[in-house]
């Protein structure tokens, strides 16, 4: 799994992939975290939280776990960094649902220098099966 | 129209007159739309996705005469930023990206009875001190720190709150749009998630292109308008451009994703799910709207109580009091807001959520919604440039209401894209080269952070000042020129 940095005017994007939908979530998740600070994070700083999040999609399910980790960093004043995501569940008992449960290591934003990105976005977004893995893209206003 | 057009890859632009061009109807789109630029402009404009978004804008329901795009616009998410929508307010539509993630991202100004003598050889210790007592970056935390109660009154009452706690006096109220309030706040709909968010951070600039600059005029083009809006040459000013923090961002995204599930039918018509509407008259229009104005108060008070904390760093670094050196607000405004006003369509009175997003709205003399201390005047209109070139204010000018809904530019619009900003230039030497060269002072939290509002990633503020002014929608006064720079 890998993230990439891409050219938006404004704006900041990630290009990620991944063997498996899991792996491609939490890539893009760490590409969110890259785009956030200056410097590598402190590999030895930070406990671990857990982050659970539901969806009616697939794009949604993104949406709402770039939004809730967005969210966490403000209120426990933490960088999320090293994403796992471990499981990522698809139920049809009439209307899709989609759960995603995953973690994250908290680098306190005392100890680093980080930047404000305000939100995810929609624009341009795509989840995609390509090959034997997938490709995530996704637009961050900054 | 004349037969001039523009070409522009998959869009051919007409000339309807000077900097007026014109994407005719077709397809899907409801309306036309209309970019406002000259041709030195357009040919930055049509490098990214501007055009195409402008366009895509015009499906949005009920929008009215044409969706329009500033001559400052550039490539936003859904709706460009730099453009103006009005759309029907009770047959159209409310949509929450078209007025952007930082609701009541805006700028104020404030007024001294300083000159640049006074500050010279005081740069350095003013934008330190100014550094260390306004927060900014991300978990700077806020000049005030409270809980959900605090914050609760703060969306009810906006900059009221701020004067009855000591961070504003009543003056500061006049000198604003609204005074400061937005009557229509509803702090009930506005989710714990944005509360919780916003709780820690009122009063903070943030990061990205928020800052605050100390500046000084350098042009006063219109002496009687300076005049009226207490501007001479060699004075210092202040400005701040932040917005509603989490606050705001979580607001816009709660709303987006409960008109994707509630709205789906309207949201699959549209060519971008950023365009998100809620429909007129609907229960998630209305609770939007109540949303939307309670960040922009929480927006206001975020802007005053860096304004009233800049006073008391003056009053350290001057030793003297801020009444003394007179240090009043001269007026805010907003550029990510929706708001109800009554405009005039075919002949017809409307009212109208007219979006402006990356927009200013330029509300020429006599109108009755500018505040009365420049009702004679028009409205003033404040216009950021980048950290290397001036700022601009302007007035609302007399064709604003027929050609813009009331609307300018925002400021001068980005070129480059922030990772490409990264490759050409390093934080250190453009702080560097801005302090030794040009006298300008920064302070940053991050180095990135100064390498991405490097001047030469910006738009030239100058051309899309002198396009507002020839098309008479906001009017050229006064020009000033960075002297201190914060930002996170």
């Keep these: 799994m890998e993230y990439e940095l891409r050219d938006h005017t404004a704006d900041v994007a990630v290009a990620a992939t991944g063997d498996t939908l899991e792996a491609v979530f939490a890539a893009t998740a760490d590409g969110l975290a890259a785009a956030s600070r200056d410097d590598e994070p402190p590999s030895d700083v930070g406990d671990r939280f857990s982050v659970s999040v539901t969806a009616e999609g697939r794009e949604a399910l993104l949406f709402d776990y770039l939004d809730e980790l967005i969210y966490l960093r403000d209120v426990r004043s933490e960088l999320p960094v090293d994403n796992r995501v471990e499981r990522i569940r698809r139920d049809d008992d009439g209307d899709e649902r989609w759960t995603l449960e995953a973690s994250a290591r908290g680098i306190p934003l005392s100890e680093i220098v980080a930047r404000d990105v305000k939100a995810v976005t929609y624009s341009e977004m795509r989840v995609e099966r390509v090959g034997g893995g997938w490709e995530v893209y996704v637009v961050f206003d900054v | ?488």
């Design chain 2, 1 to 488: 129209m004349s037969d001039v057009t523009f070409d522009a890859d998959d869009v051919t632009l007409e000339r309807v007159s000077e900097f007026v061009w014109e994407i005719p109807r077709e397809g899907e789109m409801r309306v036309p739309a209309r970019v406002l630029a000259s041709e030195a402009l357009l040919e930055e404009i049509k490098e990214d996705k501007t055009l195409e978004q402008i366009r895509n804008t015009t499906h949005l329901p009920g929008i009215t005469k044409y969706a329009i795009c500033m001559p400052d616009g550039h490539q936003g998410y859904g709706f460009p930023v730099g453009g103006v929508g009005a759309m029907d307010a009770e047959d159209g539509c409310i949509s929450p990206g078209s007025v952007g993630y930082d609701i009541n991202c805006g700028v104020r100004m404030m007024r001294t009875n300083l000159t640049y003598d006074d500050l010279n050889g005081r740069e350095r210790e003013l934008v330190d001190s100014l550094f260390a007592n306004v927060p900014s970056g991300l978990g700077g935390g806020g000049i005030v720190e409270s809980g959900v109660d605090t914050v609760d009154e703060i969306l009810a009452r906006g900059v009221d709150w701020a004067l009855e706690n000591g961070h504003a006096v009543e003056d500061d109220l006049l000198h604003c749009e609204d005074e400061g309030m937005r009557e229509e706040a509803d702090p009930d709909a506005v989710s714990q998630k944005a509360k919780d968010r916003g709780k820690n951070q009122i009063g903070s600039l943030g990061s990205g292109n928020h800052f605050l600059e100390v500046q000084r005029v350098t042009d006063v083009f219109d002496d009687e308008i300076g005049e009226a809006f207490g501007l001479e040459e060699d004075q210092i000013v202040v400005l701040i451009h932040c917005g509603s923090r989490g606050l705001g961002h979580q607001t816009c995204n709660d709303y987006l994703r409960k008109i994707e599930r509630q709205h789906k039918g309207l949201l699959d018509r549209l060519p971008d799910k950023e365009l998100a509407a809620a429909p007129a008259g609907s229960q998630l229009a209305r609770e939007y709207y109540g949303a939307m104005n309670a960040a922009i108060n929480f927006a206001w008070v975020n802007r005053q109580l860096i304004m009233h904390r800049t006073r008391r760093v003056f009053e350290r670094v001057f030793d003297r009091s801020w009444e003394e050196m007179e240090m009043e607000l001269l007026y805010d405004v907003a550029h990510n807001i929706a708001k109800k006003e009554v405009h005039d369509v075919d002949g017809e009175q409307r009212e109208l959520y007219v979006h402006r997003k990356g927009a200013t709205r330029a509300f020429p003399a006599g109108h009755p919604e500018v505040p009365r201390a420049y009702r004679t005047v028009g409205q003033p209109v404040i216009i950021p440039g980048s950290m290397g070139a001036g700022s601009y204010v302007l007035r609302g000018g007399e064709r604003s209401m027929d050609l813009t809904f009331g609307s300018t530019a925002h400021g001068a619009g980005r070129l480059m894209s922030r990772t490409q900003a990264k490759n050409e230039y390093w934080g250190g030497d453009v702080q560097d080269e801005l302090e030794g060269q040009q006298g300008i002072y920064v302070k940053a939290q991050s180095g990135a952070t100064v390498a991405e509002e490097a001047p030469g990633v910006y738009k030239d503020v100058d051309e899309v000042v002198r396009v507002s002014d020839a098309l008479g929608i906001g009017d050229k006064v006064a020009r000033t020129f960075p002297v201190c720079n914060i930002k996170g």
